[in-house]
Every structure is written in structure tokens, then in C-alpha cells.
């Protein structure tokens, strides 16, 4: 394994790995300043994260950081011990595209966690950072207008669905919807309509506002999707 620490990440990663390394921090290279600016800080923080491409290595590192925990046969990525275990099959174009994005996604999640829940406690408000997160880390950036409608479609059985519910980790994906395709269409909406700074701003005056705004937010993202 190589350990590479820059000014906001310890990352720990096998050989092969390193073009994928550089990639991830060009990402990130072009983001950190809008996520500084959104957040009008500069978080003097580091984010550990190893990553892997043999999964007998991902499990035994996660034991080694866990004192023997296992993570499901499923789990491509955990969080134990304080850091991120990520497992990367470099023969998979679209899973190697997807997570270099990785870096700057769990730095706004950082961002969130250490300048606006945890200072302001804050309880945290799941959809909300996360539709911002994946707005950020331009993981879909390019793709084209019929990507999100597609998702916007498959969500309209849901129209009138409280997003507040995903708090709860065992709602975010279920048999009828996916969680994670509504943060997509929700912070494209929120940043596209430039709504971002505003919203920062009134979950740090009134939380239950945002709150009460995930009762329709879906829908004004579906809405928004239409128009396009």
C-alpha cells in the first residue's frame, strides 16, 4: 500500500491505483474552492481514506481497523474506525468513473458535519446534504437531460413523499424507490434554480423550515425535471 497526505486527505491505496488517485484529486482540485465559498469557510481537516482493488485485502484492512469486524459480502465501501474503506474493480469503467467523485462528495459531508450540524447542533437532515454532496462532486455533470428524467419518471409514484422519512438509513433504498436518485434530481433542482446559498442559510436560522420543505421538495424537483 502507498500513503499519499495532502492538504485535506491521508489516502492509502494499492499500486495500481494510482491514476484513479490523481483523477480523484483533480476532481476535487476544481471543487474546493466553490465548496470554501459556499460554506464561507476553510475546514482545516483531513479525511483517511484506503482504497482497494482485492477484496481479501478490503475485508482483512476492515478487520485490522475494527477489531475483527466483517462487512457484508455486498459492501464495495464502509466507514469504520473514523475513515473511509473504499473496494474499486478497475475493470469497471462505470464504478471507477463514479467513485472518483468519492473525495470531494465525503468532503462536503465533512463541510456539513463539522460547520453546520455539530457547530450549530444541528440534528442532521439527511436528503439535505446529500442532494448538495452529489450535486458537488460532479458525478453527473454530464449527463444529459434524459438521465433525470428517466429518474424524475420512475419518482412520480412517490410525488408526494417526505424525504425527511430517509433519515432513516433502512429507508434510503427500498423495493419501491431509490433514495439516492431523489438527492440527484432534488440538489440538481436546489443548484440549477440557485437556490443553494439560500437554503445553507435558512437551515442555520430555522432548521424546521428545511424541514418542512422536505415534505414538497420532491415534488418541485420532479416538477422541475418536467420543464426541462
Known amino acids: 500500500m502507498k500513503t499519499l497526505i495532502t492538504d485535506h486527505f491521508i489516502l492509502n491505496y494499492q499500486d495500481e491505483l494510482e491514476n484513479f488517485i490523481n483523477d480523484s484529486l483533480d476532481v476535487f482540485s476544481s471543487k474546493i474552492n466553490f465548496i470554501k465559498t459556499l460554506f464561507n469557510a476553510d475546514l482545516n481537516k483531513k479525511i483517511k481514506v484506503s482504497f482497494f482493488t482485492d477484496r481479501n485485502a478490503f475485508v482483512a484492512y476492515i478487520k485490522f481497523v475494527s477489531n475483527g469486524n466483517t462487512p457484508p459480502d455486498w459492501a464495495t465501501g464502509c466507514f469504520y474506525n473514523g475513515e473511509i474503506q473504499t473496494l474499486i474493480n478497475l475493470n469497471n469503467v462505470a464504478e471507477v468513473n463514479l467513485k472518483k467523485h468519492l473525495l470531494t462528495h465525503e468532503f462536503v459531508h465533512l463541510y456539513f458535519n463539522e460547520l453546520i450540524y455539530n457547530k450549530n447542533n444541528i440534528y442532521r437532515i439527511r436528503w439535505f446534504d446529500e442532494a448538495y454532496a452529489k450535486f458537488i462532486d460532479g458525478s453527473e455533470t454530464n449527463k444529459p437531460v434524459s438521465h433525470f428524467k428517466t429518474i424524475a419518471n420512475k419518482l412520480k409514484l412517490h410525488l408526494n413523499f417526505d424525504v425527511n ?20 434530481i432534488i440538489g440538481k433542482y436546489i443548484f440549477e ?16 423550515t428545511v424541514i418542512n420543505l422536505g415534505t414538497s421538495i420532491l415534488k418541485l424537483a420532479i416538477d422541475y425535471i418536467d420543464s426541462l
Open 165 to 184: 422519512q430517509l433519515n432513516d438509513s433502512n429507508k434510503i433504498i427500498t423495493k419501491d424507490y431509490n433514495g439516492y436518485e431523489m438527492f440527484s
Open 193 to 208: 434554480n440557485n437556490l443553494h446559498k439560500k437554503l445553507l442559510n435558512e437551515l442555520l436560522k430555522n432548521q424546521n
